[in-house]
């Protein structure tokens, strides 16, 4: 072999290294993208104990839809849809105020199921604050799927949202709107009936929610 054959044969032995490791970040890259945008996993057994685990799941982005005079209601363990009257449910918010869906009726719902341990619901908090923030008559309704309290309420000392944060202990609400993965949001509007849901965090949150409340009468 010349010797410039060998030069070229060792220049690319060295750059294959390099090339594999570039390949590698690219990867991760992109699995951190479509991981924010995705949501984390759940794995709810309707009607019985749930269990949440990290990962990544499909999202699907449902946008408003109008409000339909044939109104069903989902049964228990069903997935909820766009027309259904909003499975009613109690609850204790962590600052010991108490009330139910049925009460809130006359306002528009965001109802929000998230984690602390699920990076996409943390990451689109603050686009629901903002929200929150622009339109008061907003109720924000943030059940936390975290096993602990103790884990949401160390989660909500770092932060100063002003949502109604729920700890849905048993996953008794999550049982109510079954899906599999989270973020998972619902909006409802003045009626009690759902107009919109969404299955993972959409790529611009703020605007995508703030157009399915506007169409729910906000």
């Known amino acids: 072999m010349s010797k410039a054959k060998v030069k070229q044969a060792s220049r690319e032995t060295s750059l294959n290294p390099l090339a594999t490791l570039l390949a590698g970040a690219v990867v991760v890259l992109l699995f951190l993208s479509l991981s924010l945008s995705a949501g984390c996993t759940t794995s709810q057994s309707p009607g019985g104990a749930n269990s949440a685990s990290q990962g990544s799941s499909p999202a699907t982005d449902n946008s408003a839809g109008d409000n339909t005079t044939d109104v069903g209601t989902s049964a228990p363990g069903e997935r909820v849809k766009e027309g259904d009257a909003a499975p009613d449910f109690f609850f ?59 884990e949401m309420r160390a989660f909500i000392e770092e932060r100063e949202y002003g949502f109604a944060w729920i700890h849905d202990v048993g996953y008794r609400i999550a049982n109510l709107y079954p899906e599999s993965a989270i973020p998972y949001t619902i909006i409802i509007n003045r009626e009690g009936i759902i107009t919109a849901t ?12 703030e157009s399915a409340i506007q169409a729910a009468g906000i």
Not at 104 to 133: H, Q, T
């Open 92 to 150: 204790a918010t962590l600052d010991g105020a108490t009330s139910s869906l049925a009460e809130l009726k006359g306002e528009v719902v965001l109802l929000n199921f998230w984690a602390s341990w699920c990076p996409p619901c943390v990451a689109e908090m603050p686009d629901i604050e903002r929200l929150r923030v622009a339109y008061p008559n907003l109720k924000v309704l943030a059940v936390s799927l975290d096993v602990e309290e103790a």
């Open 198 to 209: 969404f299955l993972g965090s959409p790529p611009d949150p703020f605007t995508t929610y």
